[in-house]
């Protein structure tokens, strides 16, 4: 069943991306493989209950931070920054969806960075199966980021004000000019990599290492530095220190 916590490997973006692009190299064979082949009815049908799924849930969770929602209402209501406030909900959140979601899981374990051996890991990279979106879909991860600290739009009150209220430093420069500036060396050095990601992590892996190291960083600006000028703790825990 769909959404079970025993299934959740054949479900997702993952699932989607492995339904169409490990069904054949050219749009043709994949088109063919969901409408003319023998037995497409059954590979069609798992296809479009992936999407629905995927659909539903984003639905949901667009619903519940609506303008008319009591959730969000609740979520602006709780002010402050103590523990179990939303903004240091908010920023627990963020910091662990950057080192996990982003910094690990994207190029940490595809490039054998955090593992022991230091061997890639070419198999785990996202969009494997599609093979020329892995890095687009890392740097859009890092766009998408940067728009969380320094506001979506120029009158925003951002992430990036608090911090140059606060006048948090970072050495000789203030912490908001140490965090743009690490943002900006993230994007170069991911500018140095190529798809397909799996094997470049492979063949090119010292360059892929230093991106990551750049993007460790980065880590230590959000999650050490911004909170501890912000006065929030961090609630969650990791396994690789910082």
């Given at each position: 069943?769909?959404?079970?916590?025993?299934?959740?490997?054949?479900?997702?973006?993952?699932?989607?991306?492995?339904?169409?692009?490990?069904?054949?190299?050219?749009?043709?064979?994949?088109?063919?493989?969901?409408?003319?082949?023998?037995?497409?009815?059954?590979?069609?049908?798992?296809?479009?209950?992936?999407?629905?799924?995927?659909?539903?849930?984003?639905?949901?969770?667009?619903?519940?931070?609506?303008?008319?929602?009591?959730?969000?209402?609740?979520?602006?209501?709780?002010?402050?920054?103590d523990?179990?406030?939303?903004?240091?909900?908010?920023?627990?959140?963020?910091?662990?969806?950057?080192?996990?979601?982003?910094?690990?899981?994207?190029?940490?374990?595809?490039?054998?960075?955090?593992?022991?051996?230091?061997?890639?890991?070419?198999?785990?990279?996202?969009?494997?199966?599609?093979?020329?979106?892995?890095?687009?879909?890392?740097?859009?991860?890092?766009?998408?980021?940067?728009?969380?600290?320094?506001?979506?739009?120029?009158?925003?009150?951002?992430?990036?004000?608090?911090?140059?209220?606060?006048?948090?430093?970072?050495?000789?420069?203030?912490?908001?000019?140490?965090?743009?500036?690490?943002?900006?060396?993230?994007?170069?050095?991911?500018?140095?990599?190529?798809?397909?990601?799996?094997?470049?992590?492979?063949?090119?892996?010292?360059?892929?290492?230093?991106a990551?190291?750049?993007?460790?960083?980065?880590?230590?600006?959000?999650?050490?530095?911004?909170?501890?000028?912000?006065?929030?703790?961090?609630?969650?825990?990791?396994?690789?220190?910082?």
């Amino acid at each position: 069943m769909l959404g079970s916590a025993n299934n959740l490997s054949a479900m997702g973006l993952q699932a989607i991306d492995y339904l169409i692009h490990a069904a054949g190299a050219t749009d043709e064979e994949i088109v063919a493989r969901y409408s003319s082949d023998d037995g497409a009815e059954s590979p069609g049908n798992y296809l479009i209950a992936l999407c629905e799924h995927l659909s539903l849930n984003t639905s949901q969770v667009a619903n519940t931070w609506n303008s008319a929602s009591a959730e969000r209402a609740s979520f602006i209501a709780n002010d402050g920054n103590d523990q179990g406030s939303s903004l240091g909900l908010f920023l627990n959140a963020f910091n662990k969806s950057y080192e996990k979601s982003t910094r690990t899981e994207k190029l940490g374990i595809p490039s054998g960075a955090l593992t022991f051996s230091m061997t890639p890991n070419p198999n785990t990279v996202e969009a494997y199966y599609e093979g020329n979106k892995s890095i687009v879909y890392l740097e859009e991860s890092i766009n998408a980021f940067e728009a969380l600290y320094v506001g979506m739009e120029s009158e925003d009150i951002s992430l990036s004000d608090y911090l140059i209220a606060l006048d948090a430093r970072h050495g000789e420069k203030s912490l908001d000019e140490a965090i743009r500036n690490q943002i900006e060396s993230v994007r170069s050095a991911i500018d140095l990599m190529d798809d397909p990601l799996s094997d470049f992590v492979v063949n090119e892996q010292e360059t892929a290492l230093a991106a990551f190291a750049e993007m460790q960083a980065l880590v230590v600006l959000w999650k050490v530095d911004m909170m501890s000028a912000l006065g929030i703790l961090i609630t969650y825990q990791d396994n690789d220190g910082d």
